[in-house]
């Protein structure tokens, strides 16, 4: 009947999971992998969204797409209301909107770093 849920901090979550078509299309924005790249390779559980928008314009500012660079606030804001939501819905982070602060616990199956395009991004 469907995948083993877990309960950690009052939600729900997917365990033993392998990449999904969804997770592919989660995964397949720049600034989600370039978020989930740098909480893979935190030593702490926890980021300030404030450091996300950070790494997330140091990233853009070595691959510029656009001839004009958002600034730090205005990514902020998208992590705020686009970015770091879709990835709380997709079950890879816990995203504390009044503290600003994202949760990491693991990726819920490491072969899905694999199958994206995560091992690409270097910060």
């Known amino acids: 009947m469907g ?6 901090a009052g939600r729900e979550r997917k365990s033993g ?8 299309a989660v995964l397949g924005d720049r600034r989600r992998a ?9 030593e702490e ?12 314009r140091r990233d853009e500012l070595k691959n510029p797409d656009e001839s004009e660079q958002p ?5 902020e804001i998208d992590l705020h209301h ?3 939501p879709r990835l709380e819905d997709a079950g ?14 693991g990726l819920p199956d490491q ?10 991004i270097s910060h």
Request: charged share 30%; glycine share 4%.
């Open 111 to 120: 072969r899905l770093l694999e199958r994206t395009s995560l091992e690409g």
């Open 17 to 24: 999971r392998t990449a999904t078509g969804t997770d592919r």
């Open 92 to 105: 890879f982070i816990e995203y504390h909107r009044r503290q600003g602060t994202v949760r990491y616990d």
């Open 71 to 75: 600034t730090r606030e205005s990514i």
């Open 3 to 8: 995948q083993p849920m877990e309960r950690a």
């Open 45 to 56: 559980s926890t980021a300030e969204r404030s450091e996300l928008a950070e790494e997330v």
């Open 34 to 42: 370039c978020i989930l790249s740098h909480l893979v390779n935190m």
């Open 82 to 84: 686009n970015q770091l």
